[in-house]
């Protein structure tokens, strides 16, 4: 292979493959915009919720149970009792109806009646500002999540009615621990006393009511205690929630939003390499009379191959380098775009690492896009600069392109389990994948 031969023809072949793929490229760049941004906000969120999570809990250690905490629990909760640094918060959590006087409108909430200090950790982000520091000083006065205002066309000093009693809205609840986007959105929140929940006569047999526990306890006290009792909590039927279960239930739960926008960054990716994959069919056909002029002069099929794989790779790098600057603003704007759904707030930056992906995927792409075209390059013979109908047996090329179609298969189905984090949901996204490319290609033929 002469390297000087094959670089020269590069940069020839460079001046019109730019022209011809750069639309099909600027497709590629976006998945691979798409696909970083979502990387990145994925590792910012789980950075931040390592960092922040006794803010987002409220407490070193959570319990929940459908039944009052009785004599019957007190031998198991006794030990971690005996090491809270402050008062046990006592938080009374059930679903009801409300209804808004002033509007007539009527909505589910999830009322919260507390006892104790709330939040231990962090605080309760109100408008107007720092209202919540008036808690429980106020009979009949409750907090309301901003959401619920809206639908219920409340303000600052309206009244709702909750059971046989009616409230006056203190302030909105801009931000509380526990819950945040969706979760909140299909039951909004209603701070209130628990005295204040006596009074509207909702708590009677029978009611679903669910009792919380929230303990400040010192380092590593919680997740010792429920790694030593956890069998006897599923028995008593409650649920512990400690920093380390809670961060890592956030990051599955934001994890499968992400993993599910990133495959169809994927996608998005896949569609652009369809696109060049036909631009380079096209391209393999108008070059198959030079290529066999170069194979008259002395060119070797490797030298055919090494010109147009590093076409391709210097058109990836091209893709990958245009995606990463279209991530770029991509990433100032994704927080804003997601700041209802995230549990804290966050600055998005790509990584080194990221960098390589976004360049390796975009490579990958090209490569697998034009590897069937350069391998029926290769197999141009010199006699078919003469003779236009000359070609190689059509057998070696009919098994070249069964193993051309396996690798492609392999890759998809390696790339989609690799960024849905699954071998299910991977597997199944890459299978329909292929089923869609392989009716299109098809209904090409058909019409051909």
């Known amino acids: 292979m002469r390297r000087r031969f094959v670089a020269a023809m590069i940069r020839r072949e460079l001046r019109s493959a730019v022209r011809r793929f750069g639309f099909y490229g600027a497709c590629m760049a976006i998945g691979i915009a798409v696909v970083l941004s979502l990387h990145a906000l994925r590792s910012a969120v789980n950075d931040a919720v390592d960092l922040r999570s006794k803010e987002l809990l ?33 938080v009374t959590r059930m679903g009801s109806m409300v209804l808004a006087e002033r509007s007539g409108r009527s909505r589910l909430v999830d009322l919260l009646a507390i006892d104790g200090r709330y939040p231990i950790y962090g605080a309760v982000w109100t408008d107007p500002p720092k209202a919540f520091d008036a808690f429980g000083k106020r009979p009949l006065g409750v907090f309301v999540d901003q959401s619920l205002m809206i639908q219920l066309d409340l303000g600052v000093g309206d009244r709702l009615r909750i059971g046989s009693e009616s409230f006056e809205v203190v302030a909105g609840i801009v931000k ?38 929230y303990f400040e306890l010192p380092d590593g006290a919680a997740q010792a205690w429920h790694e030593a009792n956890e069998e006897r909590l599923d028995e008593a039927r409650i649920r512990a929630q400690t920093l380390a279960t809670y961060q890592e239930e956030l990051s599955e739960a934001f994890g499968s939003l992400t993993r599910y926008l990133g495959l169809v960054g994927l996608a998005a990716l896949l569609l652009g390499s369809i696109g060049v994959a036909a631009g380079m069919r096209t391209f393999v056909q108008e070059k198959q009379g030079s290529v066999a002029l170069m194979r008259s002069i002395g060119a070797t099929p490797g030298d055919v191959v090494a010109i ?6 210097v058109l990836g790098l091209a893709a990958g ?19 209802g759904l995230l549990p804290v707030e966050v600055t998005l930056s790509l990584e080194p690492a990221a960098i390589a992906t976004g360049l390796a995927l975009a490579v990958w792409a090209t490569l697998l896009c034009a590897l069937g075209p350069i391998v029926d390059l290769a197999a141009v013979a010199p006699l078919a600069a003469l003779r236009a109908d000359f070609g190689a047996a059509s057998e070696r090329r009919r ?48 019409t051909m």
């Open 176 to 213: 509380a621990p526990g819950r945040f986007g969706f979760q909140a959105e299909v039951a909004p929140r209603i701070f209130l006393t628990q005295q204040d929940l006596d009074r509207t006569g909702l708590l009677t047999l029978g009611s679903l009511v669910t009792h919380l526990r």
């Open 321 to 339: 380098v245009l995606g990463i600057a279209v991530c770029l603003p991509i990433l100032a704007v994704v927080p804003e775009l997601f700041r």
């Open 399 to 446: 098994r070249g392109r069964v193993v051309i179609a396996a690798i492609v298969g392999a890759s998809i189905f390696a790339a989609a389990i690799g960024q849905a984090g699954g071998l299910r949901v991977g597997a199944i996204f890459a299978a329909g994948t292929l089923v869609c490319v392989g009716l299109l290609a098809l209904a090409a033929w058909a």
């Open 308 to 313: 147009h794989v590093g076409l391709a790779v």
């Open 58 to 90: 409220g407490a070193d250690l959570r319990l929940e149970s459908r039944d009052a905490f009785g004599p019957e629990d007190a031998a198991l909760l006794a030990p971690i009792e005996a090491q809270a640094r402050a008062p046990v918060t006592k």
